[in-house]
């Protein structure tokens, strides 16, 4: 299993497991994206100052995001990989034909 696919594992059951939250907790695709940028973007202490209830919304935040971000990537990993599939399947009939 790639490390991608291990790290999406991961990432899906936190996010089942947390699924109700972010549903009661008004967590939308637009509010996880704003608040997990800024986590991205900060560093560690900025996190750990917040009240806990703040910090906690915006690591919610971010497992949200980033859940849906990486399941995007993976199906668009498998779009190419089944494009390039494709592509070399129709070159080698289109070699067999010509032979």
Known sequence: MTVSLQKFKTLQSKFNI????FISGGITPKVAQYHAKWIEKSQVFQVKRKKDAESNFLLLSFVYYQYFIRNDNLIDRFISTVQTAKNSSLRSQKEYSFE
Do not use: A, G
Not at 18 to 21: Q, V
């Open 18 to 21: 947390l699924e109700s939250i």
